[in-house]
């Protein structure tokens, strides 16, 4: 099967998890897959193929999944070829050009990524990606699930606080939105090359910076709280040239929408 995968992809694995953490509705799924297009492109149909400015990669899709220009790598794990895989796996067919580029993005920067953006393929993936948005909000949960267990093992002898605190946050909706969400967009934390200064800043050290918190709204509550301290140190941390810290206003709103009831974004 030819697919996108290129060296250093994440690999999702398609078999769930037997007990899953979370319990969604349909309209529950629907409402998280919009909220999340909305955080990263306020849902337009131009934001589902960017370059943002001072990045080596382009972000593909309402998650804004990262995929890497063939022969350039960095330190955030990708996760374009994955959901490309996943699509596949799930009777989807993107377009061939996207199997066709079996070792990497064909852009190797953003502006020839740029001076395409209204060409053929690029239109084309555009209208494919909106004519998908159930099925990347699938593959979001999808690894949002797989995340829950990779968290476990990664917190070692304190797993079992780190999963008390997660299935706190899962009591509400909007908590589970919020760690859905959470590591579609900063990550699971587990990778050692998410680190700055030997910190990260995913899923796995936003709940173990968790104060104790009663389940439902108090512990998305601190969640977000302790989301907001980790970001903070990633932009501490950061690299100078990196300027990071032009991202933070941008970062706590979505964090904001943490503690909001769960809703279709107007």
């Known amino acids: 099967m030819a697919t996108a995968i290129g060296a250093a992809a994440e690999a999702i694995p398609e078999a769930p998890l037997k007990h899953s953490p979370l319990s969604?509705?349909?309209w529950e799924r629907d409402a998280i897959g919009r909220q999340i297009w909305f955080?990263?492109?306020r849902a337009s149909h131009a934001g589902l193929t960017v370059w943002n400015p001072g990045e080596g990669f382009p972000s593909l899709g309402i998650g804004h999944f990262i995929w890497y220009p063939v022969g350039h790598r960095e330190r955030f794990v990708q996760s374009w070829p994955a959901f490309v895989e996943f699509a596949l796996r799930r009777g989807a067919r993107p377009p061939a050009w996207v199997l066709a580029a079996t070792t990497g993005c064909p852009w190797r920067n953003r502006d020839s990524f740029y001076r395409d953006f209204h060409g053929a393929e690029l239109s084309q993936l555009r209208d494919w990606l909106a004519g998908t948005v159930s099925l990347q909000t699938d593959f979001i949960i999808h690894r949002s699930l797989l995340a829950f267990d990779r968290v476990r093992l990664g917190a070692g002898n304190d797993s079992q606080r780190i999963e008390r605190n997660y299935m706190r946050v899962a009591a509400t909706p909007n908590g589970q939105y919020a760690l859905i969400d959470y590591?579609?967009?900063?990550?699971?934390?587990?990778?050692?090359?998410?680190?700055?200064?030997?910190?990260?800043?995913?899923?796995?050290?936003?709940?173990?910076a968790m104060p104790d918190a009663e389940p439902g709204q108090a512990a998305v509550e601190a969640f977000a709280l302790a989301a907001r301290r980790m970001l903070e140190r990633r932009i501490a941390n950061s690299p100078p040239e990196r300027n990071e810290?032009?991202?933070?206003?941008?970062?706590?709103?979505?964090?904001?929408?943490?503690?909001?009831?769960?809703?279709?974004?107007?």
Request: overall charge negative; charged content about 30%.
């Open 24 to 26: 969604l509705t349909a």
């Open 39 to 41: 955080n990263e492109s």
């Open 183 to 208: 590591v579609n967009f900063k990550g699971e934390g587990i990778s050692e090359s998410e680190r700055y200064a030997g910190a990260g800043w995913g899923l796995l050290q936003v709940l173990d």
């Open 245 to 266: 810290a032009r991202w933070r206003e941008g970062w706590h709103r979505r964090l904001d929408t943490y503690l909001e009831p769960l809703r279709l974004p107007e």
